[in-house]
C-alpha cells in the first residue's frame, strides 16, 4: 500500500476507457487554482510510472491527481498497490482493449472494478450515470461515498444547456442551489463530463465556482485529442489520432456533424485490440457515420473496411466511399477532394500514425478557385 500517505493530500486516481488524460488535465487545473497539485505527467499511466510517482510526492503537494492506464486483469491492483487512491474516478466503461478481455464489455468493467476494490474502502468513487456500461462496475460492497455525474440522465452533478460554443462546450451546473455558467476549451458532451467530474471533486473540496471556471478555461489539453485547426482556405481539421475504438468514433462523429457548416468528411482507421469484436465495432462505426450525413468517408487499413461496409450497409452512397491501405495514397485522395468549408475529421488508433495525415493536410491544403 501507499507508504507515503501521510506526505501528501489526498490521492485522485482516474481510469476508463476515454478521457483519462483529459479528466487528470481538468481536475489538475483546478485544484491548482489554490493548491500546490502533483500529476502525472503526459499520458504515462502504467503501474511502473505510478511506482516511479510514489518517489516524487512530497509534503507541499496538497492532492495528487494520477492516470491508471489499463490493458489486463490485475493492472489497476497494482496502481492501487502502489499508491491507494482516496478519491476514485471511472469516466466510463467502453470497448478500448476489449479485445484482451475476450471481446466482452463486461470483462472491461470487472477490470475496471479493481479500483473499487482496492481504493479506500471509505473513499470517493465518482462515477457516470449517462455511460450505460457504468452499470456493470461492481459497486456492492463500496463502503464510500458514491457520486455521480451527467448531462442526461439524473446525477449529484448534472450539466444543464449544454452547446457548442465558437472555441469549445458551454454549460451550467448547479452548485448549492445556484447555476453557474462554464466553459472549456475543448468539443464534445463526453468532455462536459469530464469537466464534471473536476467540478464535483473541487466542489467537495471547498473550491470556488469561480476557481472551478478559471481552472477548466486554462486546463493543458492533451495533444491529438479532438483538437481542432483552421486551415487556409477556409478547412477545419479534426485531429483526434491519438487512440480509437467504437465509442470514441461515435463521440468524435458527433463532433464532425457539429462543427462548421461546410461538407464533411470522416477519415477512419482501423481500430486494434478489439479481438472478437472487430468486426461487430468497425461495421458499427461505419453505421454510424452514414447517419451523420458526411460527404466523403475514407477508411485506412484492412480491418477499417468493415468501416465502409457498415456505412454502405445503411445507405451511404458507394460513391462516396474509399478504402486505403497506403496513408500517402490516402492523404494525397484527400487533398485532391477537399473543399474550402470543409471539415475533416481524422481519427485511428495509435499505431496507425495517422498524425502524418493531419500534418500532410496542414501542410498542403489550400483555398480551391
Not at 492501487?80 to 469516466?91: D, E, F, H, R
Not at 455511460?131 to 456493470?136: A, Q
Amino acid at each position: 500500500m501507499d507508504q507515503a500517505a501521510k506526505r501528501h493530500g489526498p490521492v485522485i486516481a482516474v481510469t476508463g476507457s476515454a478521457g483519462k488524460t483529459t479528466t487528470k488535465e481538468m481536475i489538475a487545473a483546478v485544484l491548482g487554482r489554490r493548491w500546490k497539485v502533483f500529476k502525472s505527467p503526459h499520458n504515462q499511466n502504467g503501474p511502473n510510472f505510478t511506482r516511479k510517482y510514489v518517489r516524487q510526492l512530497r509534503t507541499y503537494h496538497r492532492a495528487v491527481v494520477v492516470e491508471y492506464g489499463m490493458q489486463f486483469y490485475g493492472v489497476i491492483r497494482r496502481h492501487c498497490l502502489y499508491l491507494q487512491p482516496a478519491i476514485g474516478v471511472i469516466t466510463n466503461v467502453g470497448r478500448a482493449h476489449v479485445g484482451n478481455f475476450g471481446g466482452r464489455v463486461e470483462g472491461v468493467a470487472k477490470a475496471k472494478s479493481e479500483l473499487i476494490r482496492y481504493m479506500k474502502p471509505t473513499g470517493t468513487l465518482l462515477l457516470n450515470a449517462d455511460d450505460p456500461h457504468s452499470r456493470l462496475l461492481r459497486t456492492k460492497g463500496f463502503k464510500g461515498r458514491i457520486i455521480r455525474v451527467g448531462i442526461r440522465n439524473k446525477a449529484d452533478y448534472q450539466a444543464f444547456g449544454v452547446r457548442f460554443g465558437a472555441n469549445g462546450m458551454r454549460f451550467k451546473v448547479k452548485l448549492d442551489g445556484k447555476l453557474h455558467p462554464f466553459s472549456i476549451p475543448a468539443y464534445g458532451e463526453h468532455n462536459v463530463c469530464n469537466a464534471l467530474f473536476a467540478i464535483a471533486i473541487a466542489h467537495g473540496m471547498g473550491f470556488t465556482p469561480r476557481q472551478m471556471q478559471d481552472g477548466l478555461r486554462s486546463y493543458a489539453r492533451p495533444n491529438r485529442r479532438l483538437r481542432v485547426a483552421r486551415l487556409s482556405g477556409g478547412v477545419t481539421v479534426i485531429d483526434d489520432t491519438f487512440s480509437s475504438n467504437p465509442d470514441a468514433v461515435k463521440a468524435a462523429l458527433d463532433v464532425l456533424a457539429r462543427l462548421g457548416s461546410g461538407g464533411k468528411i470522416a477519415v477512419l482507421g482501423t481500430m486494434l485490440e478489439l479481438g472478437k469484436h472487430s468486426s461487430k465495432g468497425h461495421l458499427e462505426a461505419g453505421k454510424y457515420a452514414a447517419g451523420k450525413s458526411v460527404r466523403l468517408l475514407y477508411t485506412l487499413g484492412g480491418p477499417a473496411k468493415q468501416i465502409a461496409a457498415g456505412a454502405r450497409n445503411a445507405g451511404l452512397a458507394a460513391s462516396r466511399i474509399k478504402s486505403f491501405a497506403d496513408k500517402s495514397q490516402l492523404g494525397r485522395a484527400l487533398l485532391r477532394t477537399v473543399k474550402p468549408g470543409d471539415t475533416v475529421l481524422v481519427k485511428g488508433s495509435h499505431g496507425l500514425g495517422m498524425g502524418s495525415i493531419v500534418a500532410y493536410l496542414k501542410r498542403n491544403a489550400k483555398a480551391r478557385k
